[in-house]
């Protein structure tokens, strides 16, 4: 089942967080800043449970672009799924959510990027249909 998050997932989806960035000191979610990506109107964290345990997660903003009228376009971050069930179909049916999401809400396009070495995941997103030659992503953190 897909759902947003809720206050309640924050441990979580801080362990899966953790495990597709082990390295990133920082990370920490807030009940509260899930609470409040719920009422923020472009922006969706949603969660995959089986059995009432969340395996998966995926962040989606939709974003205001000038260029095509108006019309946004989805930024996908964060797609994780347990290493436990992944292989499943639960990553492509989190996908196909954020998809029709973006559908519903008329986006031209959904931009993702993927850890230059998640060969693995690249493989996953081009069987999506997602073109990961014809752009570069760029990340400066701060």
């Known amino acids: 089942m897909i759902r947003e998050a809720?206050?309640?997932d924050a441990a979580t989806i801080e362990k899966l967080y953790r495990e597709l960035l082990p390295n990133h000191a920082d990370t920490e979610v807030l009940a509260?800043?899930?609470e409040e990506i719920r009422r923020h109107e472009?922006?969706?964290l949603f969660v995959y449970?089986?059995?009432?345990?969340?395996?998966?997660?995926v962040h989606l903003h939709?974003?205001?672009?000038a260029l095509a009228g108006n019309r946004p376009f989805g930024l996908v971050e964060r797609v994780i799924m347990s290493s436990e069930v992944q292989g499943k179909g639960y990553g492509?049916?989190?996908m196909e959510h954020v998809e029709e999401v973006?559908?519903?809400?008329?986006?031209?396009?959904?931009?993702?990027?993927?850890?230059?070495?998640?060969?693995?995941?690249?493989?996953?997103?081009?069987?999506?249909?997602?073109?990961?030659?014809?752009s570069k992503a760029f990340k400066k953190y701060l």
Do not use: P, W
């Open 6 to 8: 809720e206050a309640r």
């Open 32 to 34: 509260e800043r899930i």
């Open 42 to 44: 472009h922006s969706f």
């Open 49 to 57: 449970e089986v059995q009432e345990q969340v395996v998966g997660t």
């Open 62 to 65: 939709i974003c205001l672009d």
């Open 92 to 94: 492509t049916e989190l």
């Open 102 to 134: 973006c559908l519903q809400m008329n986006a031209s396009k959904i931009l993702l990027a993927s850890g230059a070495t998640r060969q693995g995941a690249h493989q996953f997103y081009q069987k999506l249909g997602y073109d990961g030659e014809s």
